[in-house]
């Protein structure tokens, strides 16, 4: 049996990813605020199983609990490779640094940052302790390679997750272990994401034409698209490269 655990399967890439998994024979455990009941009908029409868990992983204690009983749902005996892929994210605050709120600040590294950081770390222990082969997937974006006007928290959440995830790859390299970590990033998909973004005030947000243009324009990936693009990658395992950082804009035009 195969396993995936997708945060943010509620809309956007990660219910594309889910889907997708599904229709493959991956049993997929999603973990969101809300649910998402066409996951549940994919599930129903093909071989494998869809679980939610409703969490906000902003809230670590909550989510603590949650990847526990999520663990114990997914190493089996009978598992033989789980995919653990985080996903969930928002770019928000959108404004210069001095405007940020502390609660602000803090909702958005707890979603972005740490919540990855825990669930990486709580999937890894228990792959170990059960010895089962797991591919873990950071979900990244390009604003982590570039400074943006007003997003200073998205493009720090996204930097620190693109060190942590290659420091966590080099350390399952040098251990020897089966296990696997990699990026990806999916670049601008019409999402919920860029709604939010293309409705910024351009005094917070000086690039808002821009990302206007890209939806007038056509510019943006459909995240059924992308999300094809990343399982057909997991999907062929064996192949996964430890610590890379994979690209949409290596594969789509
Ligand atoms: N869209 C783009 O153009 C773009 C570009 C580059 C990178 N990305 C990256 O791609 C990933 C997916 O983005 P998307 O465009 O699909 O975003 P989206 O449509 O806004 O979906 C975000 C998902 O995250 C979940 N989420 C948000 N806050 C949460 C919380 N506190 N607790 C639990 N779940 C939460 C949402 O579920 P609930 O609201 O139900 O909790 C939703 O399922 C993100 O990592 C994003 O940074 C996107």
Known sequence: ??????????????????????????????????????????????????????????????????????NDQVFKKDTELVYLINNAAVVGPIDIATKYTIEAVQAHMQLNLIAPMITTALVLRRAKHC???TIVTNISSGAADRSTYGWSAYGSSKAGLNRYTETVALEQKELNTDHKVILFDPSIMDTNMQDDIRS??????????????????????????????????????EKVVNGKYYRIKDYLS
């Open 1 to 70: 049996m195969k396993y995936a655990i997708v945060t943010g399967t509620s809309r956007g890439l990660g219910a594309s990813i889910a889907e997708l998994l599904l229709k493959s024979g991956v049993n997929v455990i999603g973990i969101a605020r809300n649910q998402n009941q066409h996951l549940n009908q994919i599930a129903n029409k093909s071989q494998s199983n869809y679980q939610h868990f409703t969490c906000n992983l902003a809230d670590v204690d909550h989510l603590d609990r949650v990847i526990e009983k999520v």
């Open 200 to 237: 910024a005030n351009p005094a917070e947000f000086r690039d808002v034409d821009q990302f206007k243009q890209y939806k007038s324009n056509n510019q943006l990936s459909l995240s059924s698209d992308v999300a094809k693009v990343l399982v057909d990658i997991l999907l062929d395992h």
């Open 131 to 133: 010895g089962v082969k």
